[in-house]
């Protein structure tokens, strides 16, 4: 079936599109010249078009696609829809998977891993990251095991239900990430640069209370009789069961609570709807409606942005590769970007994205990236 670009990039710019036309519409916005207008008949439209079809079926049996290296920026998206209104179509002979050549770096960046340092309540500290799979503690009735896939999973015996007052600690380093079972079946997963504290057994306490700094998934197991809330500073959150995320870093001006499923209620006042969001600076909860997506993109291995700040995404990028981020003019006026990239390539690689559709270049000299703009 061949797919008229003109249609498909209609379809995209009123949010009803299948996942077949949103590739082709990335395609074609990646190959985009963001300067330059050429008007194209319908012949040659047509053409286009059917090439761009061709292409993305020869390379979906590749599997190039699920690199999901594509990068818009935000000009370049509102010039499609002019340009869709205008009759009028603009493009180069660059296609996704056939790039430019990549700008070398002095040197790069690996990305960061699954790695972690488990605290208990007696004061002893485990590195996650070098510990051999199986048990690595067993605590007041509390059996803490490793799996092979790299997944902490308490088991709390008849014991270890009278612990409730026992804690544990785990924290992610800059450059880090880890996935837990807390002792209720709830799993977690841990951002970069994040620390949960959490009691070793939930079974002797009428509340399932815990506390995030940074940034978590929870996927939390039902259990009616035992609300299960999670603290961040000065907002709490507060469910029965459900799939959500909190964004509560020390650095972000604002706590971020993005629901998936299910329902939370926050501070007592605001619930949330599947899809949406709240941003806490400490006096009102702002709430909207996100792209569920972009908010547990780094659960899935990836950066997602959606007309995001240059500024946000570097922040990401500081904390996932443990890198210093140097601007040498002020971040305020930066460009905005929409895309998507595999969280675990080298810096490099993401460094590379963000150029190839801005006149923003960076250089890289040991852990310090600094971003010049022209």
């Known amino acids: 079936m061949k797919k008229d670009v003109k249609e498909v990039l209609e379809k995209v710019n009123s949010g009803n599109y299948s996942p077949e036309e949103e590739a082709i519409a990335k395609l074609w916005l990646h190959q985009l010249h963001q300067h330059d207008d050429a008007g194209l008949s319908e012949q040659d439209l047509t053409e286009i078009s059917d090439d761009m079809w061709n292409k993305l079926q020869k390379d979906k049996k590749k599997k190039w696609f699920r690199q999901r290296t594509t990068w818009i920026t935000v000009a370049a998206a509102a010039s499609i829809v002019l340009a869709v209104g205008a009759g009028l179509y603009m493009y180069r002979g660059q296609t996704l998977g056939q790039t430019n050549t990549l700008k070398a770096y002095l040197n790069d960046v690996p990305a960061g891993s699954n790695k972690a340092y488990l605290t208990l309540a007696s004061g002893k500290k485990i590195l996650l990251n070098n510990s051999s799979t199986g048990t690595l503690a067993v605590e007041a009735g509390v059996k803490i095991t490793k799996t092979s896939d790299g997944q902490l999973v308490y088991t709390v015996s008849d014991q270890g239900k009278k612990a409730g007052r026992a804690y544990n600690r785990i924290e992610t380093p800059r450059g880090g990430q880890y996935q837990l079972h807390l002792p209720d079946g709830t799993k977690v997963w841990l951002n970069a640069a994040s620390s949960l504290r959490y009691p070793a057994s939930f079974a002797a306490l009428k509340e399932r209370r815990i506390e995030l700094v940074g940034e978590a998934y929870f996927e939390v197991a039902k259990d009616k009789s035992h609300p299960f809330i ?36 926050l501070n007592r006042q605001v619930v949330l709807k599947p899809g949406e969001q709240s941003a806490w600076a400490g006096k009102k909860f702002n709430v909207r409606e996100v792209n569920v997506n972009d908010v547990i993109d780094w659960k899935n291995g990836e950066f997602a942005f959606t007309n995001e700040s240059l500024s946000d995404i570097l922040k990401k990028v500081s904390r996932w590769y443990d890198v210093e ?38 250089t890289i000299e040991g852990r310090r990236i600094t971003v010049v703009t022209r």
């Open 325 to 362: 981020i140097i601007y040498t003019h002020p971040p305020e006026h930066m460009p905005t970007f929409t895309g998507s990239i595999s969280r675990f390539e080298n810096v490099s690689s993401v460094l590379n994205m963000l150029e190839e559709t801005s006149t923003t270049r960076f």
């Open 230 to 265: 999670v603290s961040s500073g000065t907002q709490e959150v507060e469910v029965l069961g459900t799939h959500f995320d909190i964004n509560a870093y020390p650095d972000e001006q604002v706590v971020k609570t993005t629901l998936l499923e299910g329902s939370v209620k």
